[in-house]
């Protein structure tokens, strides 16, 4: 495919616009159907990037400018085989200029590697991850080098604790954080489950509350391996930034309007909601 996007165009679009679209000439006339090769590709993808993160951080040169080149990688491959890529709304953010909390719907393994390349270019974050990963030899090392999170999901009342406790130190240290709610993957968005830790975090912080509506099916949830899927290219790759919630609404109420900007956001995508 010509005019292949670069890491260079991307920046330059997403800051001067706050978003980027896949233009014309970048879409194949004929769109790839959901594949077991596009899955083997897109892990490669993968393990480069947390390849080359972990031999950076080995010899002291990873931080937040190589954590967002290396996962733009994400958001190229998606593109590359065949999905439309759509990101909007990060101008507010730009001109924002403060550290937040943002929440995001968790849908696959997708948002998890495109999200640095999306938001450290508007200020350094740390991520709420699961302890799993934190534990994996040297890539729990780098990702607390760039101030990650790690909870485990399996004692809410001291993820709770971590989260604020760490978060608003990570604040302090004028870091955004991101949080992803749920807890786990949902191919079908079930508000119940999408928690307000986000909001409590914020309030505590005295920061505002951002949430971001993603739609990452394109990478299917695995049946033997939960990241690695099938790769469907006529699905979109989307991410819509929202309204900035500022901490004087409260806990609850940023986190009711969070909520609805995201449930109605993939509604507008088309996609299904979960319901009583």
Same mark, same amino acid.
């Given at each position: ?25 970048? +879409?194949?006339? =004929? ?7 596009? *899955? ?17 951080? !080995? ?50 393994? !997708? ?13 350094? @974050?740390? @991520? ?15 990702? +607390? ?29 004028? +870091? ?22 986000? *909001? ?50 409260? *806990?609850?109420?940023? =986190? ?9 956001? !993939? ?7 979960? =319901?009583?």
């Amino acid at each position: 495919m010509k005019n292949r996007l670069t890491n260079a165009i991307f920046l330059q679009s997403l800051l001067e616009t706050g978003g980027y679209h896949t233009p014309p000439e970048r +879409r194949p006339k =004929h769109p790839g159907r959901a594949s077991w090769w596009n *899955a083997f590709r897109y892990a490669g993808t993968i393990i480069g990037i947390v390849g080359r993160s972990v031999a950076r951080f !080995l010899i002291n040169r990873f931080g937040y400018p190589e954590w967002q080149r290396y996962a733009f990688q994400s958001i190229a491959f998606a593109e590359r085989v065949g999905s439309e890529v759509t990101i909007e709304g990060f101008e507010k953010i730009k001109a924002y200029g403060k550290p937040v909390v943002y929440v995001m719907n968790h849908m696959s393994t !997708l948002e998890t590697m495109v999200a640095p390349a999306l938001l450290i270019p508007f200020g350094t @974050i740390a @991520i709420v991850l699961k302890k799993s990963l934190d534990d994996l030899p040297f890539v729990g090392r780098a990702s +607390r080098s760039v101030g990650s999170i790690p909870v485990t999901r399996k004692n809410a009342r001291e993820d709770l604790k971590t989260v604020l406790t760490e978060g608003c130190k990570r604040i302090a240290d004028g +870091r955004s954080v991101l949080l992803y709610p749920q807890g786990t993957r949902q191919a079908v968005f079930d508000p119940k489950r999408f928690n307000s830790l986000g *909001a409590k975090l914020a309030e505590r912080a005295g920061v505002a509350l951002v949430p971001i509506a993603v739609r990452t099916d394109i990478l299917q949830t695995g049946t033997l391996i939960r990241d690695f899927g099938k790769v469907d290219p006529s699905k979109p790759l989307k991410v819509s930034c929202g309204p900035i919630f500022e901490p004087a609404l409260g *806990a609850r109420e940023m =986190h009711e309007r969070s909520l609805a900007f995201i449930t109605e956001t !993939l509604k507008n995508w088309g996609l299904p909601i979960q =319901h009583e």
